[in-house]
């Protein structure tokens, strides 16, 4: 059997062959990337809440969620944009970023509240707690960043609009074309 000769010719050539990713593709990618970011929040929330312990007993855990969710966050955004989701409706990318951080925000603020529910009031033990918040939160950050970031669901930006067509079906480069040439021929 002969082998396909054609390659692309860079990492940017072949995102552009790619058919684009399905909904339970990007869910798929989305939640092994949602891992590793939070394999990082975990990991990073557990080392600081113990190095905190012996300086701020009383809200060491709390703390340490919120060093935990930035790494996180951070980590979560790198992956998504490159890995999970083809499509990006914000033109600018600190803007992206921004509205992402903020759905995160919102996610830290759930997930405190949900900490201090498992810890406080049900006396989970704090890794445990942190493991079962961080599942529950999940399915707020896939789904608001997907309406709101990644989906083209709403009107799309200028920079992924397409041309706008006049009442003939040309663009408007082709109307401007055919406007000079009618003059021309008067």
């Given at each position: 059997?002969?082998?396909?000769?054609?390659?692309?010719?860079?990492?940017?050539?072949?995102?552009?062959?790619?058919?684009?990713?399905?909904?339970?593709?990007?869910?798929?990618?989305?939640?092994?990337?949602?891992?590793?970011?939070?394999?990082?929040?975990?990991?990073?929330?557990?080392?600081?809440?113990?190095?905190?312990?012996?300086?701020?007993?009383?809200f060491?855990?709390?703390?340490?969620?919120?060093?935990?969710?930035?790494?996180?966050?951070?980590?979560?955004?790198?992956?998504?944009?490159?890995?999970?989701?083809?499509?990006?409706?914000?033109?600018?990318?600190?803007?992206?970023?921004?509205?992402?951080f903020?759905?995160?925000?919102?996610?830290?603020?759930?997930?405190?509240?949900?900490?201090?529910?498992?810890?406080?009031?049900?006396?989970?033990?704090?890794?445990?707690?942190?493991?079962?918040?961080?599942?529950?939160?999940?399915?707020?950050?896939?789904?608001?960043?997907?309406?709101l970031?990644?989906?083209?669901?709403?009107?799309p930006?200028?920079?992924?609009?397409?041309?706008?067509?006049t009442?003939?079906?040309?663009?408007?480069?082709e109307?401007?074309?055919?406007?000079?040439?009618?003059?021309?021929?008067?």
């Amino acid at each position: 059997m002969a082998k396909s000769t054609h390659q692309p010719k860079s990492p940017a050539a072949n995102k552009r062959l790619r058919p684009p990713r399905t909904f339970r593709g990007q869910l798929v990618r989305y939640a092994f990337a949602g891992g590793i970011a939070a394999l990082v929040n975990i990991g990073l929330y557990a080392v600081s809440w113990r190095l905190l312990h012996a300086v701020w007993p009383a809200f060491d855990y709390q703390v340490a969620n919120v060093i935990g969710f930035l790494a996180g966050n951070m980590t979560s955004y790198q992956l998504s944009t490159r890995y999970v989701f083809d499509y990006r409706r914000l033109p600018k990318r600190a803007h992206e970023f921004g509205v992402y951080f903020v759905i995160g925000l919102v996610g830290l603020v759930w997930s405190a509240l949900i900490l201090l529910l498992l810890v406080g009031l049900v006396h989970l033990q704090k890794d445990l707690a942190k493991v079962i918040t961080v599942g529950l939160v999940f399915g707020w950050n896939f789904g608001a960043r997907k309406v709101l970031l990644f989906s083209e669901l709403s009107a799309p930006t200028r920079s992924n609009r397409p041309p706008r067509s006049t009442v003939s079906g040309s663009s408007p480069s082709e109307e401007r074309t055919l406007h000079i040439l009618r003059k021309a021929n008067r």
